[in-house]
């Protein structure tokens, strides 16, 4: 797990550090054109854009607190999997590595990049990161592991 831990969050910040010297704030690059866009902007709260407020500094301490939280809660998860829940220790690993490279650009930059734009004309998916589709990814893997291949206890 550690290893695929190490690939999120190497892969997260390279890829933002990349966005960082090659676009000014707020500069869009067109790759895919109605379709898929590089641009560089910041989020100071959650997904969505959720608290993304820039006079809100009581959201900063909220967040990350919440992510170190989140990121002992996973830590002790995978500890206490059994052998044959070693597909989960996937999908934790997923989470937990993207959980890991969006609280360094929190607690680094105050607010986390996000490049990645996806749209159909003008419907604008918010933007994302690497490290926020390390977590989509990983929930997924939980669920269908957890729904389709996860052995239930009788009581």
């Known amino acids: 797990m550690i290893w695929a831990v190490l690939l999120?969050?190497?892969?997260?910040q390279a890829s933002k550090w990349a966005i960082i010297q090659y676009l000014k704030l707020?500069?869009?690059?067109?790759v895919i054109p109605h379709f898929f866009n590089l641009v560089h902007t910041r989020n100071r709260g959650?997904?969505?854009?959720i608290m993304n407020h820039p006079d809100f500094s009581f959201g900063f301490y909220l967040l990350a607190g919440a992510s170190i939280g989140a990121i002992a809660?996973?830590?002790?998860?995978?500890?206490?999997?059994?052998?044959?829940?070693k597909y989960m220790a996937k999908g934790i690993a997923l989470?937990?590595?993207?959980a890991i490279g969006n609280l360094i650009d929190r607690i680094r930059l105050g607010a986390v990049i996000d490049f990645l734009d996806l749209y159909l004309g003008s419907h604008h998916w918010p933007a994302f990161n690497v490290?926020?589709?390390?977590?989509?990814?990983?929930?997924?893997w939980l669920a269908v592991n957890y729904l389709?291949?996860?052995?239930?206890?009788?009581?």
């Open 8 to 12: 999120v969050v190497l892969l997260d």
């Open 26 to 30: 707020y500069e869009t690059i067109p």
């Open 46 to 49: 959650m997904a969505f854009g």
């Open 73 to 85: 809660l996973l830590v002790y998860w995978f500890l206490s999997l059994d052998e044959q829940d």
């Open 95 to 98: 989470i937990l590595g993207g």
């Open 131 to 140: 490290a926020d589709s390390a977590i989509t990814i990983g929930a997924f």
């Open 148 to 155: 389709f291949f996860h052995k239930k206890t009788s009581t």
